[in-house]
């Protein structure tokens, strides 16, 4: 690889991206997500690209 | 149906916050947007405009929905625009190109939003609209992203909102 070229990333579904999300709202809170049973994930994201 | 009145992100952000947020995101006037509505009982925003997908061909905007009307089914947690808070980050922020709003939306086509136990345990292949579809979050290996998270108290049924960053590898 030369030095212009940049590395190609893995792309990711969006069923992971809910996933790590989710996943990541739950170490936020620092609760289990079986006690979130009933709580839904936001639905709105916007990413920026860097 | 009105993209800046009865759209979530209009909601989140304003008309007028919304205007902002769309001419960063897809790069035209937002009063040239002349989204088309879908007709399901869920009515998302498309931009049908070939001129309107060709300003940012990396959005890859055909087919994926801008926004989505309000509606009384389902959580949604509003969001804010989120800078920096300093000088410096406000320009950096201002020259940083963004993607399209990812929505999570349960195949049944009715609301908006997925259980975290189901995200998380279970997975949402089965329930989640384009659930095997890439994810419109760039290419970067990493990333960082700041969202509210609203906590609901059963008490008073008070929403309060928090934000929570989190970092990603992807």
């Known amino acids: 690889m030369t030095k212009d070229q940049t590395p190609a990333h893995n792309t990711i579904t969006v069923e992971k991206f809910a996933k790590r999300v989710a996943a990541a709202v739950c170490r936020f809170l620092d609760v289990s997500p079986a006690v979130l049973e009933s709580t839904a994930v936001t639905v709105v994201l916007t990413v920026p690209t860097f | ?170």
Request: proline content about 6%; aromatic content about 10%; hydrophobic content about 45%.
């Open chain 2, 1 to 170: 149906m009105d993209l800046f009145i009865d759209g979530n992100i209009s909601q989140m952000f304003s008309p007028e916050g919304a205007a902002r947020f769309f001419a960063r995101l897809i790069g035209v006037d937002p009063r040239s947007l002349r989204p088309t509505v879908s007709q399901e009982r869920l009515h998302a925003f498309f931009i049908t405009s070939s001129a309107v997908q060709s300003a940012r061909p990396y959005l890859a905007i055909n087919g994926r929905p801008l926004d989505y009307a309000i509606t009384q089914a389902g959580t949604v947690v509003p969001q804010r625009m989120w800078t920096l808070g300093i000088p410096s980050g406000a320009q950096h922020f201002a020259d940083t190109s963004l993607n399209m709003p990812v929505f999570f939306v349960h195949n049944h086509g009715t609301t908006l939003g997925l259980p975290l136990l189901r995200a998380v345990v279970n997975g949402s292949r089965a329930t989640l609209v384009g659930a095997g579809d890439t994810a419109p979050i760039g290419n970067g290996s990493t990333m960082y992203i700041r969202i509210n998270v609203g906590i609901l108290t059963f008490k008073d049924s008070r929403v309060s909102l928090r934000d929570c960053v989190l970092k990603g590898f992807f």
